[in-house]
């Protein structure tokens, strides 16, 4: 797997990350792993969101608790080491970190399957985003070495597809296996491919930096810049606040609604799905695990896949299409996912979410692109790293347990009942897109200046 030769000089942090471009071929295969590694990535953080029923049916769990333990066991630890890390990805050996971290998440996604009540599952639920929080900064900062600029958001919308092809597969395998199994062997599947990946990515996956590079980084690395120092920087360029907390948004409404989409459907057309499962032989949830994957992934992907040609095509020649792609899917989607919430038929409901995930996706490329574009080069893992501790922290954090206390409160507070309770949530949640929509026309009007400087 050829590379040209990097610079035998470096003096200074800023220096010492001048890479050398790799190989055409070995930048495809490198993108194709790190692709392969986000789907993981995603199929062990979701695939709990399918196994939702089971497991509040056989441990007795609340909707609060369903959110709690979906989102923010898993996204405290995440957000929170994610910054040491990416700290460390800066002058450390990045697939290294990925490896490592794969192997961590993977395996504590089969311990979940061995939890036997709501603190096991919890403490499980951890030890996965303990794993998953050196697999993003890290990548981010190397697909940012391996590929042009100007093909920058393509590159890092093609990555961000792992979030709903690894939706689709976590959630289609992990219903056909609770189906067949039960929810414990869901965990246990989709956790154990990642120990062997891990392996391919560390004997396989290059770091460009070559070894002296690596070694000069870490010489500097004591006068090199600090996090505060990093942070600092950061705090002057407005565009990358707007964008951070748009997306932030954007990833509450998302994952705010990933645990609830599969209830949603059993609770208000149980009676449709399990008619409509019986035509393939399947139960319910197993079918709905596979049309929600399959619908989600598969127009979640083309959806990651467009927003970041578009972003790119557009962004050379105003860099503000960066902001304004996002924003016009945002306002997009509000109309279209409550249509999806109301409509009588749950074929039709469903058919509809494809839209909706078209739309809820094309903000992944042009976003991190432009995070990754402003940042100085020797920043970048830190500046990734920032924006997903204030994404997760708010979407994946607070997201579904927002909608899971909304749910309850809706479910009994207002004598709804759990069907009704958990549909006017998602409803009432989606309309959060307006604040996305205002954040992202703000970026619009200091990115031009930010991304040029």
């Not at 929170?80 to 990416?86: H, N, Q």
């Not at 460390?88 to 697939?95: M, S, V």
């Not at 951890?126 to 697909?143: K, M």
């Amino acid at each position: 797997m050829g590379r040209t030769r990097l610079s035998e000089q470096a003096t200074t942090p800023q220096q010492a990350q001048t890479i050398t471009p790799v190989t055409a071929g070995y930048r495809s295969y490198a993108m194709g792993l790190l692709l392969v590694i986000y789907i993981l990535n995603f199929v062990d953080r979701q695939v709990v969101n399918i196994l939702a029923e089971p497991i509040k049916n056989e441990l007795g769990l609340l909707d609060w608790q369903l959110g709690a333990m979906s989102g923010l066991a898993f996204a405290i630890f995440y957000t929170l080491l994610g910054l040491p890390i990416a700290r460390y990805a800066e002058k450390g050996n990045r697939p290294y970190i990925i490896a490592v971290s794969l192997a961590l998440w993977s395996a504590f996604t089969a311990v979940c399957g061995l939890a036997q009540n709501f603190v096991q599952l919890v403490l499980a639920r951890i030890g996965v985003g303990i794993g998953e929080a050196g697999c993003t900064p890290p990548a981010h900062s190397l697909i940012t070495d391996y590929v042009p600029k100007e093909k920058r958001a393509s590159a890092l919308a093609f990555y961000s597809m792992g979030t709903p092809l690894g939706s689709l597969v976590g959630m289609g395998l992990g219903g056909v296996i609770a189906d067949a199994y039960g929810w414990r062997w869901a965990f246990i599947v989709c956790g154990l491919p990642g120990l062997i990946l891990a392996l391919i990515v560390a004997l396989t996956l290059i770091e460009p930096r070559a070894k002296k590079v690596l070694d000069d980084v870490k010489r500097v690395a004591a006068t090199g810049p600090s996090f505060k120092d990093a942070l600092k920087v950061l705090t002057s360029k407005r565009t990358f606040w707007f964008i951070a907390f748009a997306a932030a948004i954007k990833a509450f409404i998302g994952y705010g609604h990933a645990p609830f989409t599969a209830s949603f459907f059993l609770r208000n057309h149980g009676e449709e799905v399990a008619a409509l499962a019986a035509q393939f032989g399947l139960q319910s949830q197993g079918f709905l695990g596979l049309a929600l994957g399959i619908v989600g992934g598969l127009a979640g992907a083309l959806g990651a896949f467009v927003g970041g040609q578009i972003a790119d095509k557009y962004g050379a020649k105003d860099l503000r299409a960066y902001a304004s792609v996002p924003a016009v899917a945002a306002l997009a989607t509000i109309p279209v996912y409550c249509f999806a919430m109301t409509v009588d038929s749950a074929a039709i409901g469903i058919g509809t979410l494809a839209i909706n995930a078209i739309l809820g996706t094309l903000w992944y490329g042009p976003v991190y692109a432009t995070a990754q574009s402003i940042a100085p080069a020797h920043m970048r893992a830190t500046a990734s790293a920032i924006m997903l501790f204030i994404i997760n922290l708010v979407g994946l954090g607070l997201g579904p347990l927002a909608v899971g206390i909304l749910s309850d409160y809706l479910a009994i507070g207002r004598s709804m009942g759990s069907a009704e309770g958990v549909r006017w949530a998602l409803i009432i949640s989606v309309l959060a897109n307006f604040g996305a929509v205002a954040l992202f026309w703000f970026a619009r009007k200091t990115i031009r200046e930010e991304m040029e400087g």
